[in-house]
């Protein structure tokens, strides 16, 4: 038994490892070295909270404008505001993967199962938002292919998925972490530009 538990013990771990490396295919190219990309990776992937302040100015086919940011993350819960962009006055998005909540002032309190629809459905924006949980951080969404290019550091420099296009075209050091501070967004006929202001990132446990 215990020669077979010896034996066993390793082949799970093999088992287990291989399972984690399963999923999307993402494609890499750039100036940066893999190594450096994957533990990049590795570190921000830590990153499983934040509070992040600063502005967002979005061009939309019929109407555009700027207005500012504050994104509070917690695992799973988001409280995301927007105060300004496009005449809407202050709206708020709230809850978890299977439970969403807008608010916009005016006009009332919606709810739905997913972000994505809600925001379209009240606002009519196509926004990735479960993407953006993801790629504020610099980081590629697990859940489907991506296409990344690297900077010299081994950092996003622009990423390609779900039809969208994103440019990293800055970062800032926050806690030791190399976290994007200005991106551009293109795709589903909008045009997004966010810069971070102020980044307080919030390590996995703690």
């Known amino acids: 038994m215990k020669l077979m538990r010896s034996l066993l013990t390793p082949i799970l771990a093999l088992i287990l490892t291989g399972c984690a490396g399963l999923g999307p295919q993402e494609s890499v190219e750039g100036t940066g070295s893999t190594d450096e990309w994957n533990t990049h990776k590795a570190r921000i992937g830590t990153i499983d909270g934040w509070q992040i302040s600063g502005k967002i100015g979005i061009q939309a086919p019929q109407d555009s404008g700027s207005g500012t940011l504050f994104w509070l993350q917690r695992q799973d819960y988001f409280d ?3 105060s300004g962009p496009l005449g809407r006055g202050a709206t708020r998005l709230t809850g978890r993967p299977d439970a969403v909540s807008l608010e916009v002032a005016g006009q009332g309190r919606y709810e739905a199962e997913s972000p994505e629809a809600l925001v379209e459905t009240q ?3 196509q926004l990735p938002v479960s993407n953006l949980l993801w790629w504020v951080r610099g980081l590629p969404s697990p859940e489907s292919r991506s296409r990344v ?5 081994g950092r996003l420099a622009r990423l ?8 990293y075209l800055a970062y800032s050091e926050q806690d030791g ?3 994007p501070s200005r991106i551009k967004l293109a795709g589903r006929d909008l045009k997004i530009t966010l810069v971070v202001k102020d980044w307080q990132p919030r390590q996995l446990g703690r």
């Not at 290019?149 to 550091?153: A, E």
């Open 160 to 167: 390609q998925q779900d039809g969208w296009d994103v440019e």
């Open 123 to 125: 606002l009519g924006w």
């Open 149 to 153: 290019q690297l900077d010299v550091d």
């Open 177 to 179: 972490y190399a976290l």
């Open 80 to 82: 995301i505001r927007l």
